[in-house]
Every structure is written in structure tokens, then in C-alpha cells.
């Protein structure tokens, strides 16, 4: 038996003397993703005002619905200085993405070579080449959840100070 609900069509499961509803598969994934892109909305929208009052480089970016938010800062064609969350870690990282493998390589393998200096400026930087992809990152990671409210304020101080850190370390690297 069939009914139709306001949102949705629903599907009764006669087990026993009960009827049990239950919502059909597309349309909880659907629900699952608006629900994760509002997630992503809202979230990203407080972490731009947070940038506003502590000086952050995304303090004029605008809100995505995405897991990820970008800036372009270090002054050269296809990397940017990406934050993303999860539902585990967090990261911010550099991102290489000129749209040219090689160019990719290329730039990566530039970074690479002043490793010795760069990485006891930024503790825990996990360097990315990535040879089996397009892209490469350079990134570091906080164990902090996207999906958790008490962690919002730790990932916010993190995206701000590890951003900040990333921009001042690799600048001189990037003219």
C-alpha cells in the first residue's frame, strides 16, 4: 500500500498487527545531501564573519556549499590556499591546480626543494606530489570535526592561524 506524503511518497511494511513507514532510499540521500550542503552554508558563513574580526585571508570570500573554501593568495596561476573540513580532520593546505599536470609537478617540485626550511616554520606539514593525479597539495591536518558544534571555534582558530602561517611562510617562495 502506497500513501503520499507532502513532501515524499511513503511505503508501508506490514509487519504484524503494525503498519511501518519507512522512506524510500533516493529520497533520504537527497535530504541527506541538502542537509550537508545547509550544513556546509551555514557553517562557512559564521567561519567568513570569523575571518572579518581576526584578520583572516577569507574575510571577503563568499559562502559555498562545498566541504572545501579557496583563496587565491600566493600570486600564482592555479595555487590557492584551501580549508576544508570533515567530519574527523580538518585541513588547510596549498593547492596546485594549474589544469596542467606537469605545471603541477613542476610547482610542487619547486616547494619541495626549500622543505628544510619551510618545515620547521609550519610543525606538521604533510608534503603531497600526488604522481598518479593532476593535482598536488601541501597540507596540515587538526582532528577536529565539521559535524561537532564544540569544535567550531578550535577549527576556526586553526583555518585563521594555519592560513595566516601558510601565506607568511611560502610567500617569499611565490614572487
Given at each position: 500500500?502506497?500513501?503520499?506524503?507532502?513532501?515524499?511518497?511513503?511505503?508501508?511494511?506490514?509487519?504484524?498487527?503494525?503498519?511501518?513507514?519507512?522512506?524510500?532510499?533516493?529520497?533520504?540521500?537527497?535530504?541527506?545531501?541538502?542537509?550537508?550542503?545547509?550544513?556546509?552554508?551555514?557553517?562557512?558563513?559564521?567561519?567568513?564573519?570569523?575571518?572579518?574580526?581576526?584578520?583572516?585571508?577569507?574575510?571577503?570570500?563568499?559562502?559555498?556549499?562545498?566541504?572545501?573554501?579557496?583563496?587565491?593568495?600566493?600570486?600564482?596561476?592555479?595555487?590557492?590556499?584551501?580549508?576544508?573540513?570533515?567530519?574527523?580532520v580538518c585541513?588547510?593546505?596549498?593547492?596546485?591546480?594549474?589544469?596542467?599536470?606537469?605545471?603541477?609537478?613542476?610547482?610542487?617540485?619547486?616547494?619541495?626543494?626549500?622543505?628544510n626550511?619551510?618545515?620547521?616554520?609550519?610543525?606538521?606539514?604533510?608534503?603531497?606530489?600526488?604522481?598518479?593525479k593532476?593535482?598536488?597539495?601541501?597540507?596540515?591536518?587538526?582532528?577536529?570535526?565539521?559535524i561537532?558544534?564544540?569544535?567550531?571555534?578550535?577549527?576556526?582558530?586553526?583555518?585563521?592561524?594555519?592560513?595566516?602561517?601558510?601565506?607568511?611562510?611560502?610567500?617569499?617562495?611565490?614572487?
Open positions: 500500500m502506497y500513501s503520499v506524503g507532502v513532501s515524499h511518497y511513503m511505503k508501508f511494511i506490514s509487519s504484524g498487527n503494525f503498519l511501518q513507514p519507512t522512506v524510500e532510499q533516493p529520497e533520504i540521500e537527497e535530504q541527506a545531501k541538502n542537509d550537508i550542503h545547509t550544513a556546509h552554508e551555514a557553517f562557512w558563513s559564521a567561519f567568513i564573519r570569523y575571518n572579518k574580526e581576526h584578520d583572516g585571508i577569507y574575510a571577503s570570500s563568499g559562502v559555498t556549499l562545498h566541504d572545501w573554501l579557496g583563496k587565491r593568495v600566493l600570486g600564482i596561476k592555479g595555487v590557492s590556499v584551501n580549508v576544508i573540513v570533515g567530519k574527523k585541513r588547510s593546505e596549498i593547492y596546485i591546480n594549474t589544469g596542467n599536470k606537469d605545471e603541477n609537478k613542476q610547482i610542487f617540485d619547486f616547494y619541495y626543494a626549500f622543505r626550511e619551510i618545515n620547521p616554520q609550519i610543525p606538521g606539514l604533510i608534503w603531497q606530489r600526488l604522481d598518479d593532476e593535482t598536488s597539495r601541501i597540507r596540515v591536518d587538526k582532528p577536529l570535526s565539521f561537532k558544534p564544540e569544535d567550531r571555534d578550535a577549527i576556526f582558530d586553526f583555518f585563521v592561524t594555519s592560513t595566516n602561517l601558510i601565506v607568511k611562510v611560502f610567500a617569499p617562495y611565490s614572487s
